[in-house]
């Protein structure tokens, strides 16, 4: 994974590479449920280094641009659903793979990224000066630490997998295509570091093995 760290607000840290490469995929056997988990593509906030959360600003060019790039990489092969965060920036990068794939993509408020509250918009510059002690907190990974009065780890995590675990029981065998945040994708995978119009594959059956607090239940 990538070793340096976007925050799940969303920053500048919009640096792309190969996505997929084979050190960063966790495959399933054939016929079993699976998720293909995206970040969506690099938005205004992303290049400006805001932090995002619930904010709903749209793709950059660039963003538009690493979507066609990742939709023809995947090819969309395999994939029999396209579901997405109902935000803008995930809905133009699943509208992209979409057209390209020939899915039509859903819209799920429950994969929205992590709610940060007071701290939408800003730079981490700025959070730092309102709130330097609880972005630390949120920073070491603090379950309850509740960033800008939003939604805690612990409850994006419960929302999340939630939402997945009823996914994964409704289509049963099928590759799942979730554009989404790195908030959310953290929730489900633990300690992923994705860019933007990154991704990785994960089998379902590995959310039951990841306890509330990350680690193994």
Same mark, same amino acid.
Do not use: K
């Given at each position: ?40 593509? +690099?938005?205004? !906030?992303?290049?400006?280094?805001? !932090? ?66 007071? !701290?939408?918009?800003?730079?981490? +510059? ?24 939003? +939604? ?66």
């Amino acid at each position: 994974m990538r070793a340096d760290r976007a925050p799940e607000g969303g920053d500048g840290l919009a640096q792309t590479r190969d996505a997929g490469r084979e050190a960063d995929i966790v495959y399933s056997p054939m016929g079993e449920t699976s998720f293909l988990l995206i970040r969506h593509a +690099e938005s205004t !906030w992303n290049a400006g280094g805001r !932090w995002q959360g619930h904010g709903d600003p749209p793709l950059t060019a660039r963003g538009r641009a690493q979507a066609i790039a990742l939709a023809e990489r995947l090819g969309g092969e395999g994939i029999h659903l396209l579901i997405a965060s109902d935000l803008a920036r995930s809905v133009e990068t699943a509208a992209i793979l979409g057209a390209r794939w020939g899915l039509v993509p859903r819209h799920d408020a429950r994969l929205r990224e992590i709610d940060i509250g007071a !701290w939408t918009g800003l730079t981490r +510059e700025q959070i730092v000066a309102r709130e330097a002690d609880l972005l630390a907190r949120f920073e070491a990974e603090d379950l309850e630490a509740r960033p800008g009065g939003g +939604e805690t780890r612990r409850e994006i995590r419960a929302r999340v997998r939630a939402a997945a675990a009823e996914l994964a029981a409704a289509h049963r065998g099928r590759c799942l295509a979730l554009v989404t945040h790195l908030g959310v994708i953290r929730a489900l995978a633990p300690g992923a570091e994705l860019a933007n119009a990154d991704w990785l594959r994960l089998p379902a059956r590995a959310l039951a093995a990841v306890g509330a607090d990350g680690g193994s239940a």
